[in-house]
């Protein structure tokens, strides 16, 4: 591995195998901590055993991982969550019986815990008001404030969806990782989670590396893209390049992929 310091998530080799099945295979990643990022492929491609082997929920076989100059390979995912690491999943996980400021103060919170555990019994006066004036903050940048006190369980999707983008915006996370965050959406709620991640991660300086089946969605958010194909990288560079790839679109055959037109057309490519 190269000695430099890179303020972002780093791979080398890094390699995850299931018994005999090679899942990712080799891959080097330079994922920038400002900016956001695609990480696409077909089915079974390797795109989450990638996701869950840079945040410590799958071990990896082979290879490292860096986190903003850290070497954070044999680290658990908390203490990855600790160096800088926010994760989502493809399913909404969210506290459904609480309300969505109760689940966004929550983000904000783990923080505190790292430092001090007893302020999961007693946070500080301090600790409250930051705490309250972060939440505020990211729920006016997801544009959910009016949901606050709602009961989690009893949105939509699309709202959960904005909630959970919400709670880990209040975290001390420098890059999220976000899988596969408009499952679940209609196209008119995909278009407005592209608006709304794009202006929160920008208004907050934070670093965001997705994994998402939406091309429409990946081109229009995406300044940069990997592409994964049976494990192997098989593209890395700028979303625009991505457009105009035969090799990307060859392993998309059948699957729709904007052209580099049809996405200029939309003002899609965020270059
Ligand atoms: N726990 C596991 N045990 C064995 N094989 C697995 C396991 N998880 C994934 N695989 C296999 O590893 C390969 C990559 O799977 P992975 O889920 O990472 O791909 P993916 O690109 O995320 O797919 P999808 O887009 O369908 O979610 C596939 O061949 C899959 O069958």
């Not at 956001?36 to 491609?45: D, F, Q």
């Not at 409250?128 to 009893?154: K, N, P």
Request: aromatic share 6%.
């Amino acid at each position: 591995m190269s000695s430099d310091t890179f303020s972002g998530l780093r791979t080398r080799g890094l390699t995850v195998r299931y018994g005999g099945v090679l899942a990712v295979d080799s891959v080097d990643l330079d994922v920038s901590g400002t900016g956001i990022t695609g990480l696409i492929g077909p089915n079974g491609a390797g795109k989450t055993s990638l996701f869950n082997a840079c945040a410590g929920l799958v071990r990896a076989s082979e290879g490292t991982v860096e986190l903003f100059g850290k070497d954070v390979t044999r680290q658990k995912t908390h203490k990855r969550a600790r160096n800088g690491f926010g994760r989502t999943f493809q399913r909404v996980e969210l506290f459904k019986t609480l309300t969505v400021r109760d689940n966004v103060e929550m983000g904000h919170e783990a923080a505190y815990v790292w430092r001090h555990p007893y302020s999961l019994l007693r946070a500080l006066p301090s600790e409250r008001r930051e705490t309250r004036r972060v939440a505020e903050e990211v729920m006016e940048l997801c544009q959910i404030t009016d949901l606050a006190d709602r009961v989690a369980g009893s949105l939509s999707t699309g709202e959960q969806r904005m909630v959970e983008l919400a709670r880990v915006l209040a975290g001390p996370a420098r890059l999220l990782l976000l899988d596969e965050p408009s499952s679940g959406l209609t196209s008119l709620e995909r278009g407005r989670f592209a608006e709304i991640l794009l202006d929160a991660t920008n208004a907050l300086g934070r670093g965001v590396f997705v994994v998402e089946h939406d091309m429409d969605l990946v081109a229009r958010i995406c300044t940069n893209v990997y592409v994964l194909n049976f494990g192997k990288l098989i593209f890395a560079g700028s979303m625009k390049d991505a457009l105009a790839s035969e090799t990307v679109q060859r392993s998309y055959l059948g699957e729709s992929v904007p052209t580099v037109d049809e996405a200029a057309s939309e003002g899609a490519v965020n270059a």
